[in-house]
């Protein structure tokens, strides 16, 4: 029997979520072990990985940790009061909480909104912070690609870059209506709630938890308090979703320069196109953290434009080492010393 342990009680690992664990770990395998060294040995990766000159090596240092500390920005801007070192130590948790299995963004929210609450914010005020930043970056997931669609295909290039781009632009349009609709229209945005009232009273009642209860008059007030808080923030929440994101943009970019690919054999197009890509695969909740899909398809998509196969690979390595290493480091640092530094704001709420 697999045990893990919830509010200090041992609780038995649920046999779906072993065969999840089980299933990811086998893609990982197939992935590192069977597959890359197909598309290029490790030892011609290895010789790529060398060959990176010490300016390259710092500039990859400081984008990565500019890629972790912008995390912090669009948590600054949905929740007034939270300040930068909370929000990095709250973000880096939640983040490496995705990392930790199958579908974990959902493991990720809880981390979140449990440290906030521990700080003292309002209910209603995570509640929002947690929905506004979550919607921001999955819209710009779906929206990147059509914008890697549109520069690579300025630039004389296409494929199947092209299609995935026609299906994030869908995506993209049908939740930025959807969303729309509901906070616009009461009607609406009740039956919304309803329908994710009814769809995660489904999931609580596969792991035996009580299912959720949502009074209309709850959600009409978190509907109202949102688009308050919108007309005043959506600005510089959308900007500093921007800089977080393409700051992880700019280390794939780093990434590829560092091992030799120069632009005239991998454009900024076809690289932003590739990182963006990546993005949409690391939504699926197929392995923690998109770990092996994201790989396999960056690399994919990278080789398809003309980058050589041991360079690519070395490349896309550096960049998921250093999007995911310093986070997990950042992370750990964090738990041991989160509740040490509490922000202003939540100790005067207490």
């Known amino acids: 029997m697999i045990w893990r342990v919830e509010s200090g009680h041992p609780r038995p690992m649920s046999r779906g979520r072993l065969v999840a664990v089980i299933v990811a770990v086998a893609v990982v395998g197939i992935v ?14 290895w010789r790529a990985l060398t060959g990176m000159s010490s300016v390259w090596l710092v500039a990859l240092g400081v984008a990565a940790a500019a890629n972790v500390v912008t995390f ?3 948590w600054m801007v949905a929740l007034p009061g939270l300040g930068f070192v909370n929000a990095l130590q709250m973000t880096q948790v939640s983040t490496a909480f995705t990392f930790a299995v199958p579908g974990g963004a959902a493991l990720g929210m809880g981390a979140s909104f449990g440290m906030l609450r521990s700080w003292g914010f309002g209910r209603g005020d995570v509640g929002r912070a947690v929905a506004l930043t979550g919607v921001w970056n999955q819209l710009s997931a779906f929206l990147f690609p059509a914008v890697a669609a549109v520069a690579v295909a300025a ?3 296409g494929g199947a870059v092209g299609l995935i781009a026609v299906v994030a632009i869908c995506v993209f349009i049908l939740c930025a209506g959807v969303l ?3 906070l616009w229209r009461e009607g609406a945005l009740l039956g919304v709630a309803r329908v994710a009232e009814s769809l995660i009273g489904i999931a609580a009642r596969l792991v035996k938890k009580a299912p959720p209860s949502w009074r ?3 959600v009409l007030g978190f509907r109202s308090q949102t688009l308050a808080s919108l007309g005043a923030t959506w600005p510089w929440l959308t900007v500093a979703t921007l800089v977080n994101q393409l700051t992880g943009f700019a280390l794939l970019a780093f ?4 091992v030799g690919i120069g632009p005239a054999r991998i454009s900024v197009a076809e690289a932003f196109a590739a ?3 990546g993005r949409l695969l690391a939504s699926l909740p197929l392995t923690p ?5 994201i790989e396999l398809g960056m690399t994919g998509i990278l080789v398809g434009f003309g980058g050589n196969k041991a360079q690519v690979v070395a490349a896309v390595l550096i960049f998921r080492v250093l999007s995911l290493a310093p986070t997990t480091l950042v992370a750990l640092v964090s738990l041991a010393s989160w509740n040490r530094f509490r922000p202003r704001e939540a100790r005067s709420r207490e």
């Open 32 to 45: 590192f072990v069977v597959v890359l060294p197909r598309i290029a040995s490790y030892t011609a990766v």
């Open 72 to 74: 912090a920005l669009p």
């Open 155 to 157: 630039s004389g290039g």
């Open 180 to 182: 729309s609709v509901a």
């Open 216 to 218: 209309s008059k709850d």
């Open 255 to 258: 990434s590829l320069r560092a």
């Open 275 to 277: 990182w963006s890509i």
């Open 289 to 293: 953290g998109g770990i092996g899909f």
